[in-house]
């Protein structure tokens, strides 16, 4: 008879073991006289003596756990598809030696608050320089500090000698503070006073799971995390098969997906939904809302552990947003929302007119944002232009180029059956083709890529609602009405309210007649950013300064020309050291034609090479793209389509997308 092994009881404990907040770091701070309530006020660092008492609660923590290391841990820019995890770090110990050369702990208050690095290594588009290398360290107190392995991993922001933003995290700051300053003007003008407005996001993270053995016959995927070459399988998502179907145990990839929850849970990170998606061999996880700068901190640790935990089962995680052509790409929605620091939400319309008793409030805040969204959509589509989105926006459920929003009614819905009840349906009939669809209590900003750190994109976003609150609250203390202001602004604004399907081929000429917002060039986009219009924006707001605007805008177009350039010299490499060698081996005609090619992709990459302006360089590099290298794929995936597959030397997108039913799979059982 056989006998089933039973699974031992479910548990939750253990969650947030290696995070020092809450319960935790009670723990460690009474010891000190304090509680974990020290921690839940940002100004303890400026507190005296304070970072002295946290810095011996961390390293009593640390120790218990193994840890005698600590990192400041920052966000340079320019990260997405080349930097694991997105992150930067110096890993320091926390003991020092006596003078006998016995080792001993140490970790105070001004090693815990402050680090400095060189600033001039990481990309920074002018602002630094071997000679002027000095990059400073100060602690995040609104994200907390946690524990991985050994090392403990301290939150900082990343700023020049002289104060310039040199990292992702420091503008998301500066945005926050002000929308929540200027959205708590607008309330108390509106007899609803609050202490502070926070910014609230949930970010649903899409990857793809293939089988690493294949993924090490694939150079593009190794180099440039897509697929620059690939013919169609005879079979992809046709059928939606894949989607939320069963998590197959026949594969690494339950216990894979299983692992990295477990040690997302362990640093604190409430990753609460698991699913597959779309494509083939394409999964999601989704957390539980949180504060903006925490939350981005989070993924940032989920993306990484993602990538590593995959490799522990014998698979290749997939981060950027249009990895394999044909099928969907990835993408990382963005839920927005504003709310209270008592926890109302701005853009729930039963919560804000309770709490506020003033039904004018959320139309109001509604009218804003709209005003916001058709005035900065250049800086929402800016915000969102990831090298890989250049193959993903307007198709494959990916929204359109064009920045308009979805606002849609509240309705009833009837199921047609009597035991089941009619049910209240938000403002959303998942509109997956817009860019912003508001969703009943929340703004989604469908758009972002799966690769990005979305600092910028909530950058933007806190910003250009900043601005929008700044101008209503203004014209309430110059005596108009509230919602006469919001009548007015819909009256100009609402032109970038679209309802419909945005995948309508017809749709972006007609926003474009209408005066919304359409870039369809994410290079094009980025030269936006020191734009008058948006360099008054940042600078009005305290965000981003000219000279940062400046240098940001450098950085990205230079991102966006170093990761074509990789995609360019590998492509040169499969058809040299693969595609060509196939096609001798199996008598093909197509080696003069992949010659010409190869001649043909190095004069283009001449061409990107001798360019003086950052501009022009990444102008050639999106044709290079979107035009060269795609009539040379189409040569390519020709030659495998007729190639035998014992002489076709990459891995086919056969192997490397259906773990399930692809013999090779149980290689990694």
Request: aromatic share 8%; with cysteine; net charge negative.
């Given at each position: 008879?056989m006998?089933v092994?039973?699974?031992?009881?479910?548990?939750i404990?253990g969650?947030g073991?290696?995070?020092f907040?809450g319960?935790v770091?009670?723990?460690?701070?009474s010891?000190?006289?304090?509680?974990?309530?020290?921690?839940?006020d940002?100004t303890w660092?400026r507190?005296p003596?304070?970072?002295?008492i946290?810095?011996?609660?961390?390293?009593?923590?640390a120790v218990?756990?193994?840890a005698?290391?600590?990192?400041?841990?920052?966000?340079?820019?320019?990260?997405?598809?080349?930097?694991?995890?997105l992150?930067?770090?110096?890993?320091?110990t926390?003991?020092?030696?006596?003078?006998?050369?016995k080792?001993?702990?140490?970790?105070?208050?001004e090693?815990?608050?402050q680090?400095?690095t060189?600033?001039?290594?990481?990309?920074?588009?002018?602002?630094?320089?071997t000679?002027?290398?000095?990059?400073?360290?100060s602690?995040?107190?609104?994200?907390?500090?946690?524990?991985?392995?050994?090392t403990?991993?301290?939150?900082?922001a990343?700023?020049?000698?002289?104060?310039d933003?040199?990292?992702?995290?420091?503008?998301?700051?500066r945005?926050?503070?002000?929308m929540?300053k200027?959205?708590?003007?607008?309330?108390?003008?509106?007899?609803?006073?609050?202490d502070g407005?926070?910014?609230?996001?949930?970010l649903?993270?899409e990857?793809?799971?293939?089988?690493?053995?294949?993924?090490?016959?694939?150079?593009?995927?190794q180099?440039?995390?897509?697929t620059?070459?690939?013919k169609q399988?005879?079979?992809?998502q046709?059928?939606s098969?894949?989607?939320?179907?069963p998590?197959s145990?026949?594969?690494?990839?339950?216990?894979?997906m299983?692992?990295?929850?477990s040690?997302?849970?362990?640093i604190?990170i409430?990753?609460?939904t698991?699913?597959?998606?779309?494509?083939?061999?394409?999964?999601?996880f989704?957390?539980?809302?949180?504060?903006?700068?925490?939350q981005?901190?989070?993924?940032?640790m989920?993306?990484?552990?993602?990538e590593?935990?995959?490799s522990?089962?014998?698979?290749?995680?997939l981060?950027?947003?249009?990895?394999?052509s044909?099928i969907?790409?990835?993408g990382?929605?963005?839920?927005?929302s504003?709310?209270?620091v008592?926890?109302v939400?701005?853009l729930?319309?039963?919560?804000?007119?309770?709490?506020?008793k003033?039904?004018?409030?959320f139309?109001?805040?509604?009218?804003a944002?709209?005003s916001a969204?058709?005035?900065?959509?250049?800086?929402?589509?800016?915000?969102?232009?990831?090298p890989g989105?250049?193959f993903r926006l307007?198709?494959m459920?990916?929204?359109?180029?064009?920045?308009s929003?979805?606002?849609?009614?509240?309705t009833?819905?009837?199921?047609?059956a009597?035991?089941?009840?009619d049910?209240?349906?938000?403002s959303?009939?998942?509109?997956?083709t817009s860019?912003?669809?508001?969703g009943?209590?929340?703004?989604e900003?469908?758009?972002?890529g799966?690769?990005?750190?979305?600092?910028?994109?909530?950058?933007?976003?806190?910003t250009?609602?900043a601005?929008?609150?700044?101008?209503?609250?203004?014209?309430i203390?110059?005596?108009?009405?509230p919602?006469?202001?919001a009548q007015?602004?819909?009256?100009?604004h609402s032109?970038?309210?679209?309802?419909?399907d945005g995948?309508?081929?017809?749709?972006p000429?007609?926003?474009?007649e209408k005066g919304?917002?359409?870039i369809?060039?994410?290079?094009?986009?980025i030269?936006?950013?020191t734009?008058?219009?948006?360099?008054?924006?940042f600078q009005?707001?305290?965000?981003?300064?000219?000279?940062?605007?400046?240098?940001r805008r450098?950085?990205l177009?230079?991102h966006?020309?170093?990761t074509?350039?990789?995609?360019?010299?590998?492509l040169?490499?499969?058809?040299?050291?693969?595609?060509?060698?196939?096609?001798k081996?199996a008598?093909?005609?197509f080696?003069?034609?992949l010659?010409?090619?190869?001649?043909?992709?190095?004069r283009?990459?001449?061409e990107?090479?001798?360019?003086?302006?950052?501009?022009?360089?990444a102008a050639?590099a999106?044709i290079?793209?979107?035009?060269?290298m795609?009539?040379v794929r189409?040569?390519c995936d020709?030659?495998e389509?007729?190639?035998?597959?014992?002489?076709?030397?990459?891995?086919?997108?056969?192997?490397?997308?259906f773990?399930?039913?692809y013999?090779?799979?149980?290689?990694?059982?």
């Amino acid at each position: 008879m056989m006998s089933v092994s039973s699974s031992p009881p479910a548990s939750i404990e253990g969650f947030g073991d290696h995070c020092f907040k809450g319960a935790v770091a009670k723990k460690y701070l009474s010891k000190y006289g304090e509680s974990e309530k020290l921690l839940e006020d940002p100004t303890w660092p400026r507190r005296p003596g304070k970072a002295d008492i946290v810095a011996k609660a961390v390293l009593d923590w640390a120790v218990d756990n193994g840890a005698s290391v600590f990192c400041h841990w920052f966000q340079p820019m320019a990260s997405s598809g080349v930097r694991h995890g997105l992150s930067a770090q110096v890993h320091q110990t926390m003991f020092e030696f006596d003078k006998d050369g016995k080792p001993f702990f140490k970790f105070e208050g001004e090693q815990l608050l402050q680090g400095e690095t060189d600033g001039s290594s990481y990309p920074n588009g002018g602002m630094r320089a071997t000679h002027t290398a000095g990059g400073y360290l100060s602690i995040d107190p609104l994200s907390p500090i946690f524990l991985r392995e050994d090392t403990i991993f301290i939150p900082a922001a990343f700023v020049s000698y002289n104060g310039d933003a040199l990292d992702e995290k420091t503008p998301l700051h500066r945005a926050t503070q002000k929308m929540s300053k200027e959205g708590t003007r607008l309330l108390k003008l509106m007899g609803y006073d609050v202490d502070g407005l926070i910014n609230n996001i949930g970010l649903e993270q899409e990857i793809f799971l293939v089988p690493r053995h294949a993924f090490y016959r694939r150079p593009d995927l190794q180099f440039t995390g897509r697929t620059i070459t690939g013919k169609q399988p005879a079979r992809g998502q046709e059928m939606s098969d894949h989607y939320m179907a069963p998590i197959s145990r026949a594969t690494t990839a339950f216990d894979c997906m299983r692992q990295i929850q477990s040690e997302c849970f362990k640093i604190g990170i409430p990753l609460k939904t698991r699913h597959r998606e779309v494509a083939p061999n394409q999964y999601e996880f989704a957390p539980l809302f949180g504060n903006v700068i925490s939350q981005t901190d989070q993924n940032l640790m989920v993306m990484q552990i993602i990538e590593e935990v995959a490799s522990e089962n014998g698979l290749a995680a997939l981060l950027q947003e249009k990895p394999f052509s044909g099928i969907n790409g990835s993408g990382k929605h963005n839920n927005w929302s504003i709310g209270t620091v008592d926890g109302v939400n701005l853009l729930n319309p039963k919560q804000i007119n309770t709490a506020s008793k003033n039904d004018a409030v959320f139309p109001v805040i509604m009218a804003a944002l709209v005003s916001a969204i058709d005035k900065h959509g250049d800086l929402m589509r800016l915000s969102i232009a990831s090298p890989g989105n250049d193959f993903r926006l307007g198709a494959m459920e990916a929204p359109p180029a064009v920045m308009s929003t979805y606002l849609g009614d509240d309705t009833k819905l009837a199921f047609g059956a009597e035991v089941i009840s009619d049910i209240e349906v938000p403002s959303e009939d998942r509109n997956r083709t817009s860019p912003f669809p508001y969703g009943g209590s929340r703004f989604e900003f469908r758009a972002a890529g799966s690769s990005q750190n979305v600092s910028l994109v909530n950058t933007v976003l806190n910003t250009i609602a900043a601005e929008a609150f700044s101008i209503v609250a203004d014209r309430i203390e110059s005596g108009e009405e509230p919602l006469k202001i919001a009548q007015d602004l819909l009256k100009q604004h609402s032109k970038v309210i679209f309802n419909g399907d945005g995948y309508d081929p017809e749709w972006p000429e007609k926003a474009v007649e209408k005066g919304i917002w359409r870039i369809d060039s994410g290079v094009e986009a980025i030269k936006k950013l020191t734009d008058a219009k948006n360099t008054d924006l940042f600078q009005k707001m305290g965000v981003l300064t000219p000279r940062e605007c400046e240098a940001r805008r450098t950085v990205l177009l230079e991102h966006y020309t170093a990761t074509v350039e990789m995609e360019a010299l590998t492509l040169i490499d499969i058809i040299n050291q693969h595609v060509i060698p196939s096609c001798k081996k199996a008598e093909l005609n197509f080696v003069k034609q992949l010659e010409d090619s190869v001649k043909s992709l190095k004069r283009s990459l001449h061409e990107i090479h001798i360019s003086s302006e950052a501009s022009d360089a990444a102008a050639l590099a999106r044709i290079l793209r979107l035009d060269t290298m795609i009539k040379v794929r189409e040569v390519c995936d020709e030659a495998e389509s007729l190639c035998p597959p014992s002489l076709w030397s990459l891995a086919t997108y056969s192997e490397l997308l259906f773990l399930d039913t692809y013999p090779e799979g149980d290689l990694l059982l």
